[in-house]
């Protein structure tokens, strides 16, 4: 669980985390880069996270989007929802299905 802190107290050792998490979230292990995961959701639920996020969003969005992995029905549901013209390399979404 995320601890409830402060942006003062986050700027102190949060740069130092997030380039750690940065790093996690792109682990070749599997269940390390899960894990990465929920940290970046725990983080969306703190009133902290716009502004501790916001200088970083640059790197973090592409390493989250590269990451992204859809099962069959999440690429069934894309298909649908842009009119079956999505393929396996979604030009809309600009990124990769991949089948997990």
Known sequence: ????????????????????MLMR????DESVALEACEFWLSLADQPICK??????????????????????IDVILLKVSHGMHCSINCVHCNSQLVQS
């Open 1 to 20: 669980m995320f601890i409830n802190v402060s942006i003062t107290s986050f700027d102190f050792f949060g740069v130092c985390l997030l380039q750690y």
């Open 25 to 28: 979230t792109q682990d070749p």
């Open 51 to 72: 502004e501790a996020l916001s200088p970083h969003l640059t790197r973090l969005v592409p390493i989250l989007v590269q990451g992204m992995k859809y099962s069959e």
